[in-house]
């Protein structure tokens, strides 16, 4: 059972939630489920990409900021972002001052601006694994897959940067490609 915690509402969660409110409404609505949409996969590509060497939770705490200074992730907007405006978020203190994922999230946004709609969304889906079985512990669950490094390399070959293959495997799970809930959580299906 250390693979699951009991929330405050009796129900079973994958032990990675831990005792965080914002993380058990994470994953109880969105860790998992099936993200479709060329604007959203931005975000989570972006958001992945902060997270690179942090805690998930420092990213989901500062993710209503991420969205204000981003231009709702709008990736043809952010695409014109400038230096002027790198140094502005370099200055924000609400989300994580990091040049080279700021100037990674414009030159991403500038490829998705320039892909065809539905494109990117296609492209990514396109790596989703068939389903298999469920995890039955934490420690089933792997931190980079065939699939993930595929499409980190799909993504690399395009001029996608901060994509990595563990990167990528953890957009997959929140964005629902893999669901990997492990067994006895309330939310396996």
């Not at 860790?31 to 060329?38: A, M």
């Not at 969205?67 to 695409?79: S, Y």
């Not at 002027?84 to 414009?106: P, S, Y």
Request: net charge negative; aromatic share 8%.
């Amino acid at each position: 059972m250390s693979s699951l915690r009991i929330g405050p509402d009796d129900r079973a969660r994958c032990a990675w939630v831990g005792d965080d409110a914002e993380y058990r409404r994470y994953h109880d609505e969105e860790w998992g489920r099936p993200l479709h949409g060329d604007r959203a996969l931005f975000e989570k590509m972006a958001l992945e990409g902060f997270q690179a060497g942090l805690s998930w939770i420092t990213v989901l705490r500062k993710r209503p900021h991420f969205r204000e200074v981003f231009a709702g992730f709008d990736p043809a907007r952010v695409a014109g972002f400038g230096a002027d405006d790198v140094e502005r978020l370099m200055a924000d203190a609400g989300i994580i001052r990091n040049r080279a994922k700021i100037q990674a999230t414009i030159s991403n946004a500038a490829l998705v601006r320039d892909m065809a709609e539905g494109e990117l969304d296609a492209l990514m889906w396109s790596f989703a694994p068939p389903a298999s079985d469920r995890p039955r512990t934490l420690d089933d669950i792997p931190a980079v897959t065939d699939a993930s490094s595929a499409l980190s390399r799909a993504l690399r070959s395009r001029g996608f940067r901060f994509v990595g293959p563990t990167t990528m495997y953890a957009l997959m799970q929140s964005a629902g490609m893999v669901d990997d809930h492990v067994e006895g959580c309330w939310r396996a299906h």
